[in-house]
Nanobody
Framework: QVQLVESGGGLVQAGDSLRLSCAAS????????MGWFRQAPGKERAFVAA????????YVRDAVKGRFTISRDLAKNTGYLQMNGLKPEDTAVYYC?????????????????WGQGTQVTVSS
């Protein structure tokens, strides 16, 4: 199956930036969406952003719109989540995921493949 490997998390100060990476081992679908989710301690996994892999079109939730940017490098089979102006409330484990199709779906259970997660901690 598809392997998704995440990296780029860490401990940063409020206002700092991080870029998370999600490297995919291979294509599993003719069309697919890569999504980013986050899960804070004791909270449910929540949608952050998604990108249509072939078109590059994106959808970012309002809570992080203007601060977070999702992108991908087709040649590297790698997706990115650029996070600027980080806030303590952004602290969570961040996961990348993939699903077949072209629709931006926010429900975690609709995604077929998941990375292992990378911790992002933002101190004040």
């Amino acid at each position: 199956q598809v392997q998704l490997v995440e990296s780029g998390g860490g401990l940063v100060q409020a206002g700092d930036s991080l870029r998370l990476s999600c490297a995919a081992s291979r294509r599993a679908f003719s069309d697919y969406v890569m999504g980013w989710f986050r899960q804070a301690p004791g909270k449910e996994r929540a949608f952050v952003a998604a990108i249509n892999w072939s078109r590059g079109s994106t959808y970012v939730r309002d809570a992080v719109k203007g601060r977070f940017t999702i992108s991908r490098d087709l040649a590297k089979n790698t997706g990115y989540l650029q996070m600027n102006g980080l806030k303590p409330e952004d602290t969570a484990v961040y996961y990348c995921a993939a699903r077949g199709g072209t629709v931006f779906v926010t429900a975690p259970d609709t995604y077929d493949y998941w990375g292992q997660g990378t911790q992002v901690t933002v101190s004040s």
